[in-house]
């Protein structure tokens, strides 16, 4: 009875322990799922919606960022906090006590861009290089009118990308706190499990 019991504490032991290292392989080099704090990505994503991000492509280089990706970051204005426990937290995406934000590629470096809204709808207008996007996923509001201390034009510096959110009456986005460094990428949204009613694959628009 006592080595019956042994050997299965043993396998229990083994378990966890797979178990534990499969969790932190998948989060840290593949993805993790997210849920959505606020109402800056409507109505793409709404508060409560839960995404998988995906860290493969973004984190470990295999695709570039893209014009229209969703994407997890720590916003470039908070400092990261140190330790080598931190920085665990931060990789497999447990127990962070850092503040991440979800927002959408609008520009990447080198790229010149011009934010603005439209004199008739009041909706948000941005240009890149000269030309309008076209922006369907624009939640149906208003946009707040850029003055002179924020970030509405400009080329994006080497590293960086411009973030802007969906719902631009209601987000605080690169406007505020300008350009976004690629390190600070957490993942990509890459598609919505939760909840069921809204299940959907985010694919990168085409402009």
């Known amino acids: 009875m006592e080595k019956e019991k042994k ?15 499969l969790v932190i392989v998948i989060r840290g080099f593949v993805g993790e799922p997210r849920w959505i704090p606020s109402a800056s990505m409507r109505a ?4 409560g919606d839960r995404v998988f991000i995906e860290k493969i492509t973004t984190k470990h280089n295999f695709r570039e960022i893209k014009r229209g990706d969703i994407l997890v970051f720590y916003p470039p204005f908070t400092k990261l906090r140190p330790g080598l426990w931190a920085k665990f937290t931060r990789f497999v ?21 011009k934010i603005g809204s439209d004199a008739k709808t009041g ?13 369907d996923y624009l939640y149906d509001n208003a946009t ?6 924020m970030t509405c034009e400009g080329t994006v510096p080497k590293g ?5 959110g969906d719902n631009r009456a ?11 460094p690629k390190d600070r990428v957490i993942g990509r949204a890459v598609f919505m499990f939760w ?3 809204r299940l959907r694959i985010f694919t990168t628009p085409e402009y």
């Open 144 to 149: 707040r009118e850029c003055v002179e201390d």
């Open 93 to 113: 995406g447990l127990f962070d006590k850092n503040e991440a934000y979800i927002k959408r590629v609008v520009a990447t470096e080198g790229e010149k861009f």
């Open 160 to 164: 960086m990308l411009l973030m802007l």
């Open 44 to 47: 793409t994503l709404l508060e």
């Open 123 to 135: 909706r948000s207008v941005v240009y890149i290089n000269g030309k309008q996007l076209k922006e």
């Open 170 to 180: 209601n987000s605080q986005d690169g406007r505020y706190w300008g350009f976004l």
């Open 195 to 197: 909840p069921l009613n």
């Open 7 to 21: 050997s299965f504490i043993r396998e229990l032991v083994e378990t966890i322990v797979v178990v534990a290292f």
